[in-house]
C-alpha cells in the first residue's frame, strides 16, 4: 500500500482527499492495482475520536451536511470512497466491480490505519446501504486490531437483506442465489433512470449536487456476480452475533415499485424496510432502532424534517455512547 498523493478535495477547502494504491488480493484479474480514496474534514484537528463513513452501491461521499454536523459534535470526520466508486475509478477495472465483498478489508484497514496516524484512537463507524453490509462483515470478521478502537457501529439502511418483503423474501432467496451462480458473468443492463435518482438530484427536481458520472440516474450495470458476493455475506453476517453497539436508522416504510417520484418520496424506494429490520435483530444483540418517517433510502439525502430526524437520531445515540464507554 502506498500514499499517492494528498491534495484539497473537490468538497472545496474544508476538505482533503488522501488517494492510496495496493494490489487487491482478493481479484482473479491480470491487472489487480486498485485505488481507494480517504476524504476529511479539517474540524476538531486535535480530536482523538472520528466518525468513518462508508457509502452505498453506485455512490460516492458529497454528503457535506452531515460531515459538518458530525463535526459540530466534537468528532474529526472521514469518509472513503472505497476501490472502484467514485474518487477512486480507474480505466483498468469497471465501476462498482466486486470480486469479493471481503476485497474491502483492504480499504478499511488503510482509512484505519491512517486515522491512526491522525491520531485518532476511537472511531465509530457510520455506513449507508452496502456500505452497512460491507463494514458489519469486516467488524464481524475482526480485522481491526492494532487499530484504533472501533466504538459502535450506526447503519443508515443498511443492505442487509435482499429488496423483498421477509414472506417473498423466504420463497424467493434460494432462486436467486442458484439464478445468480449459474450466470456469473451476466448483467442487468442500466438503462431507465430510477425514480430514487430523480427524487434526489438537483438536476430532476430533487435537492443534490453530486457527480452523475459517478452516481449516474440510472445506475451501473448491475453484475450477476456482485449480487452473488452480496447474498454470500448476507447470509454469513446472518449466521454472526455481533455484540457492538449499533445503531439501526430506516424509514418507516418502502415506496419500492411505485409509480411517481411523488410516491417514492414517502419512503426507502431502494430496500425493504422490515427485511432490513429482521437481519439487523438477527446480527446485532446491542441494537437500538430509530424509525424516521419519510425518510428516503439515503437519509442524509431525505426532506429536511427527516433528515434533522435523522441528525438527532445519530447525536442522541452517540451521546449515550460517549457517557456509558467514556470517549
Known amino acids: ?40 474534514h479539517v474540524g476538531n484537528p486535535s480530536a482523538t ?8 452501491y453506485t455512490d460516492y461521499f458529497f454528503q457535506t451536511e452531515l460531515a459538518e454536523h458530525l463535526v459540530s459534535l466534537g468528532y474529526r470526520f472521514y469518509a472513503m470512497d472505497l476501490q472502484g466508486y467514485g474518487r477512486s475509478i480507474r480505466p483498468s477495472t469497471p465501476p462498482n466491480w466486486c470480486d469479493s465483498i471481503d476485497q474491502y478489508q483492504q480499504d478499511l484497514n488503510i482509512a484505519l490505519a491512517t486515522l491512526k496516524q491522525d491520531g485518532i484512537t476511537d472511531v465509530v463507524m457510520l455506513a449507508h446501504s452496502t ?20 466504538r459502535g457501529l450506526m447503519l443508515n439502511s443498511p443492505f442487509l437483506a435482499l429488496p423483498f418483503p421477509p414472506k417473498i423474501l423466504k420463497r424467493l432467496s434460494w432462486p436467486i442465489r442458484i439464478l445468480v451462480g449459474l450466470l456469473p458473468f451476466s448483467y442487468l443492463r442500466a438503462k431507465k433512470f430510477t425514480l430514487y435518482a430523480q427524487s434526489i438530484h438537483h438536476k430532476f427536481g430533487g435537492e443534490w449536487h453530486y457527480r452523475l458520472d459517478w452516481k449516474p440516474a440510472q445506475g ?16 454469513y453476517l446472518a449466521n454472526q452475533r455481533l455484540h457492538l453497539p449499533t445503531l439501526l436508522c430506516r424509514s ?4 419500492i415499485g411505485k409509480l411517481t417520484v411523488a410516491e417514492t ?26 424509525t424516521i418517517p419519510q425518510g ?3 437519509l442524509a439525502l431525505s426532506a429536511l424534517p427527516a433528515r434533522q430526524a435523522y441528525y438527532q437520531a445519530l447525536t442522541d445515540w452517540l451521546h449515550i455512547q460517549e457517557s456509558a464507554q467514556g470517549f
Open 1 to 40: 500500500m502506498s500514499l499517492l498523493h494528498e491534495e484539497q478535495d473537490l468538497l472545496g477547502s474544508d476538505y482533503r482527499a488522501r488517494t492510496f494504491a495496493f494490489a487487491n488480493r482478493h481479484s482473479t484479474a491480470p491487472v489487480n492495482q486498485v485505488h481507494t480514496t480517504l476524504v476529511h
Open 49 to 56: 475520536k472520528a466518525i468513518l463513513y462508508v457509502h452505498g
Open 131 to 150: 456500505g452497512g453490509l460491507i463494514v458489519s462483515t469486516y467488524l464481524a470478521q475482526r480485522h481491526h486490531k492494532g487499530l484504533p478502537t472501533v
Open 220 to 235: 451501473f450495470d448491475l453484475s450477476f456476480h456482485w449480487l452473488k458476493e452480496v447474498i454470500h455475506a448476507q447470509r
Open 252 to 255: 418507516n416504510t418502502s415506496t
Open 265 to 290: 418520496q414517502q419512503g426507502d424506494g431502494v430496500l425493504d424496510v422490515d427485511s432490513m429490520q429482521a437481519a439487523a435483530e438477527t446480527t446485532f444483540t446491542d441494537l437500538t432502532q430509530v
Open 296 to 298: 428516503f433510502h439515503d
